[in-house]
């Protein structure tokens, strides 16, 4: 009995003594200030040129690629054979069709023959009048089996012309959809033609500024290879908004720019629009983290010397730079650094401040 209480004692003098667990390090971080800033301040947005019509050009028959002259970039003329399909069955079904028309001509001619003769003895009354009658029913038959023929020979010819894919217009050849030996169907895309002729100049606009913009209102278009001044006019509007980016394309119509290269950058001086000058909160890239589905930001607690997760709408990105559409309001801090080794709840001190002297636990 002596030894288990002498074991008891110890356990107690070691409960008495036992040192509290060790706290989590605090964590020094960078800290931001979140303020407006302006975005887009010149109303300007970077713009693309393209064609004002951009066809995807395809067989109006179905067999394999069996050539293929068009070439990216490639500069072609209104009727110019981009490519081609194997002709030969639809050759042979035109051949055919031509076999049936001989025949049925043949028939016709007979029956013009026999109506003629027949018509002769009526007159002489060597025949009734029923008798004549079904000649010229025969004859009547025998024209439309002709007319029959020479349709479906028009129409075997038609298919074998398809085989052979012409520009519809002068253009520049902007892509190609398929390759030699690929078997394509009636009506798939092969080559895309982008059309001589207007110019638009393509960019996207935010939620905000797409309310004040108008068809038919008046822009100016800066090329920016060679800084030529474009006049031009809203032509369209993007009647909803991109899955991804939530902003709209509008089209503007450029004035005298037939001879401008496709993909040119031009910027788009859209005045003061809504939007366009209003302060937005922007953060470098590295504060951003994806938190499930989620985009987030660490925002600092001064009252418990604590992070916690902000989930933030993201807009428009600037180099380095991201606006946030909602999700902060000015004056909060957020961590701008290292935000992946940060949880929810830890406990930090911004870096570079005077450090703070820890609590010591109180003595039992």
């Not at 190609?176 to 100049?201: C, W």
Request: net charge neutral; aromatic share 4%.
């Amino acid at each position: 009995m002596s030894a288990i209480a002498a074991v008891g004692v110890a356990l107690a003098l070691s409960a008495c003594s036992r040192q509290e667990a060790a706290q989590e390090p605090i964590r020094a971080v960078k800290l931001l200030t979140v303020g407006g800033s302006a975005l887009n301040v010149q109303g300007e947005y970077a713009a693309e040129v393209r064609a004002r019509i951009e066809s995807r050009l395809g067989f109006r028959v179905g067999g394999k690629l069996v050539q293929r002259q068009a070439e990216v970039g490639q500069r072609v003329n209104a009727g110019q054979v981009l490519a081609q399909i194997d002709a030969q069955d639809y050759q042979l079904g035109a051949q055919a069709a031509m076999a049936q028309v001989s025949a049925a001509q043949t028939q016709r001619d007979l029956a013009l023959s026999d109506f003629k003769r027949y018509e002769s003895l009526k007159a002489q009354n060597f025949i009734s009048g029923a008798e004549l009658e079904r000649r010229e029913a025969t004859l009547k038959a025998a024209e439309a089996t002709l007319t029959q023929a020479k349709a479906q020979a028009q129409s075997q010819t038609n298919q074998a012309n398809y085989t052979q894919l012409n520009a519809t217009t002068a253009g520049v050849v902007t892509g190609i959809e398929a390759e030699i030996g690929q078997v394509v169907a009636a009506g798939q895309p092969v080559v895309r033609l982008a059309h001589d002729g207007p110019r638009d100049a393509v960019f996207s606009v935010s939620e905000q500024a797409v309310l004040a913009i108008k068809p038919g209102q008046a822009m100016q278009a800066v090329l920016s290879s060679t800084g030529q001044v474009l006049q031009g006019r809203v032509r369209e509007v993007g009647a909803s908004a991109d899955p991804v980016t939530r902003t709209y394309l509008v089209k503007l119509a450029l004035d005298k720019a037939e001879q401008l290269p496709l993909g040119a950058t031009v910027n788009v001086l859209a005045g003061q629009l809504p939007g366009s000058q209003a302060a937005a909160i922007q953060l470098p890239t590295s504060a951003l983290r994806q938190d499930g589905n989620a985009t987030a930001v660490w925002v600092f607690d001064p009252a418990s010397m604590s992070v916690r997760s902000q989930a933030v709408q993201v807009g428009p990105i600037e180099g380095n730079q991201v606006a946030i559409v909602s999700g902060l309001t000015p004056g909060q801090k957020v961590v701008s650094a290292g935000v992946h080794v940060l949880t929810a709840g830890q406990k930090v001190s911004e870096y570079g401040a005077a450090a703070q002297p820890a609590e010591q636990p109180a003595k039992r």
